[in-house]
């Protein structure tokens, strides 16, 4: 089954300890990306990838850090949490099938609180 | 930079109704339009998209929505609305496959039996 994987599902944690939010996905798909969604603001995009090793910034990046090593997985790290970063995450990919333009599967979202 | 605006936060619609939700955005070149939708606690699910041809676009559960080069808007439609369409809808826009991607805040949608 084609599908975006994101661990952990919920995570409380405090201020300062660093973590990862994983992401996972078996479509072989190019590009990924990682959105916080906040009430009333939808959702912004964090960082983006267009293949391995190759990252850009999206609208909201300061706080948060990406790497790419592996086509499958694009883990979300944050270094210094912080009660801001407080969000619900998604991770999305996308990628080319056969020269038609395809469109973003999202994960099922991580919910973090940070104290 | 491009931007996308939903002026209903909430709307609240009797079943069997019909349902227009709007979307107006800011984009330099030739959009790529999208509509998601997100049940409670759920991730999103992909509605419909528009990246060219006939402006009027068919998507999955009966909706449709039509691009409006003139007045920037991608407007979704339905014409009899169920119990199980209440949700919240985000319009987005973007370029190919995700880059530069944006949201709009959401539209949630109420449905009376």
């Known amino acids: 089954e084609a599908q975006v994987t994101q661990n952990p599902r919920y995570l409380i944690t405090v201020t300062g300890k660093k973590l990862t939010v994983t992401c996972s996905q078996n479509?072989?798909?190019?590009?990924m990306s990682w959105y916080r969604q906040d009430p009333g603001l939808g959702l912004r995009q964090i960082y983006y990838s267009m293949n391995v090793e190759v990252t850009d910034k999206g609208d909201v990046p300061e706080g948060y850090k990406v790497s790419r090593k592996e086509k499958r997985n694009f883990p979300l790290i944050l270094e210094s949490p912080s009660p801001n970063q407080t969000s619900l995450y998604f991770c999305?990919?996308?990628?080319?099938?056969?020269?038609?333009?395809?469109?973003?599967?999202f994960g099922p979202g991580t919910r973090l609180t940070v104290l | 930079a491009q931007s996308v605006t939903q002026p209903d936060i909430h709307i609240t619609v009797s079943e069997g109704a019909s349902l227009e939700l709007r979307c107006n955005y800011s984009y330099g070149a030739t959009p790529y339009l999208f509509w998601y939708v997100q049940s409670p606690g759920q991730g999103l699910q992909l509605l419909l998209k528009y990246f060219s041809g006939d402006t009027l676009v068919q998507g999955i559960k009966g909706f449709e929505a039509e691009f409006k080069r003139s007045q920037s808007s991608f407007n979704l439609r339905k014409p009899s609305v169920h119990w199980s369409d209440a949700a919240e809808y985000f319009c987005a826009v973007g370029a190919n496959y995700g880059q530069n991607f944006v949201f709009g805040p959401g539209t949630r949608l109420s449905v009376l039996p």
């Open positions: 479509m072989n798909h190019e590009y």
């Open positions: 999305a990919s996308s990628g080319r099938l056969a020269g038609l333009r395809d469109t973003q599967y």
